[in-house]
């Protein structure tokens, strides 16, 4: 009996100190409902809004068959439809990453099914998402079958892959993690380290020296790049050698964007330690960093695909960069110019949480 009074004495003094810490009390209660909100939110269970292109080139006036199968596939929330006059210009919609597919509807379609009950139909690809190719291919048999009702037994659907025709789920999935693990452990570092020279009090000795705040931010940014330059290296090695994971582009650009979020995960992590007085109120902040990260930033799903009111935060989210980056430079073999944009998004939320770092500093200085 004393031995179990001496037990929950112990957890009596846990459960008091926990509850006299209103921080990690109201984290303890954000946290996992703002993941369950956010998972139920975002994750809408299928494919939609597919950005497509269709070029219809047969010349039929009373009774179109293209047209038929467009009008039908438009009503299919997979997909988002735009009509293109040249099927050249949709081509370079499908290269530069604007469109997932284009579809040709060739001269002479419906004369051809009428008169010998046979016809092609043109389909070009960015096959790099298994997942959203395999829901886009289905959609559009669906369609071609609806819109041609008994026309169908003589068509054949002509498939052209412009990216990822040998793409599976792990050569999709591994640009993402890679930038994900970079972000991720150097962001659980930065924030657990600071936080941990706050409680020893190395941080209380450094604001006591003539140091001024982003001086003592950009020592810790330095000491947090190197590791990720290490990390990198262990990364690209790893899924290289040990995994023969393919590279189309330039590996410096792979290289460069996996250190850049490594950068920001260290920078992030450097602010939120300025609101964390103990390690454990740092680990609260972990998977409120990490499963927006996961669930919103386009790793798993498509952005498109996302609910409208959710997808404007993924834009906020520095992995949704690295995602888009690292994937179009690995399957698509994408140079520098079309990537600015996510290094450009990556340098800006690192200065800017550097500042606001540099910023609580100064208060807290003062």
């Keep these: 009996m004393k031995g179990l009074n001496k037990i929950f004495a112990v957890a009596w003094r846990v459960l008091r100190q926990i509850g006299n810490d209103k921080r990690t009390c109201f984290l303890l209660v954000f946290n996992p409902l703002f993941i369950l909100v956010l998972f139920g939110s975002s994750f809408s269970g299928n494919i939609s809004n597919v950005n497509v292109a269709c070029v219809n080139e047969d010349g039929a006036q009373d009774v179109n068959f293209g047209e038929s199968i467009f009008s039908v596939w438009e009503e299919d929330e997979t997909v988002s439809i735009k009509k293109l006059d040249s099927f050249g210009k949709a ?33 070009s690809l960015d096959g790099t998402d298994p997942m959203v190719s395999k829901a886009l291919l289905a959609s559009f048999m669906q369609a071609v079958q609806k819109g ?44 657990i380290l600071i936080v941990r020279e706050k409680v020893e009090g190395t941080q209380e000795r450094l604001r006591a020296t003539p140091l001024k705040g982003y001086e003592i931010m950009t020592g810790y940014i330095i000491s947090m790049i190197v590791i990720s330059i290490i990390q990198t290296f262990l990364l690209l090695g790893v899924a290289i050698t040990l995994f023969q994971t393919t590279i189309e582009g ?110 609580t500093w100064k208060i807290i200085r003062e």
Aim: charged share 10%.
């Design 250 to 359: 330039n590996i410096f650009l792979v290289f460069l964007l996996v250190v850049l979020v490594a950068t920001v995960g260290a920078s992030l992590g450097i602010v939120l330690s300025t609101y964390a007085k103990t390690e454990f109120q740092a680990m609260q902040f972990i998977p409120l960093i990490l499963l927006p990260s996961i669930l919103i930033s386009g790793l798993f799903w498509p952005i498109n695909s996302m609910p409208s009111k959710i997808q404007p935060a993924s834009y906020f989210i520095p992995i949704t960069y690295s995602n888009r980056g690292l994937r179009n430079i690995m399957l698509k073999g994408f140079t520098l110019n079309y990537i600015l944009i996510d290094l450009f998004a990556l340098i800006a939320m690192t200065f800017l949480s550097l500042i606001v770092a540099s910023k």
């Design 91 to 123: 081509l370079d919609e499908v290269r530069d990453g604007k469109i997932t597919a284009a579809v040709r509807i060739p001269q002479n379609f419906t004369q051809e099914i009428v008169t010998k009950n046979e016809s092609n139909i043109y389909l």
């Design 148 to 191: 041609l009702e008994n026309y169908t037994k003589g068509i054949v659907i002509q498939k052209f892959y412009v990216y990822g025709e040998n793409t599976d789920g792990y050569d999709f999935f591994v640009p993402a993690v890679i930038g994900l693990s970079a972000f991720f452990f150097i962001f659980a570092l930065s924030i």
